[in-house]
């Protein structure tokens, strides 16, 4: 028997890897934000200083997304 064709079983499966994906985006914004903050103190509050991380933190995600793509 296929534990993934059992109702139950595959919704509760579904819910619990939406919520890793949640709270994973959520830690990665409250990481943005921390990061935000040192540079504040490095850079002062700039323009330069919050580009450097929303670049950093969009670089990451688009790393990502080429390294886990789906391939066919």
Not at 5 to 32: D, K, M, N, Q, W
Not at 59 to 68: E, K, N, R, T
Request: a positive charge.
């Amino acid at each position: 028997m296929n534990i993934s064709s059992l109702p139950l079983c595959r919704h509760s499966f579904r819910t619990v890897l939406l919520l890793c994906f949640f709270v994973s985006g959520a830690c990665g914004l409250i990481y943005e934000i921390a990061w935000l903050r040192v540079m504040g103190l490095i850079f002062g509050n700039t323009t330069f200083a919050t580009s450097t991380i929303l670049a950093g933190y969009m670089a990451g995600l688009g790393m990502g997304g080429a390294f886990f793509r789906k391939v066919d």
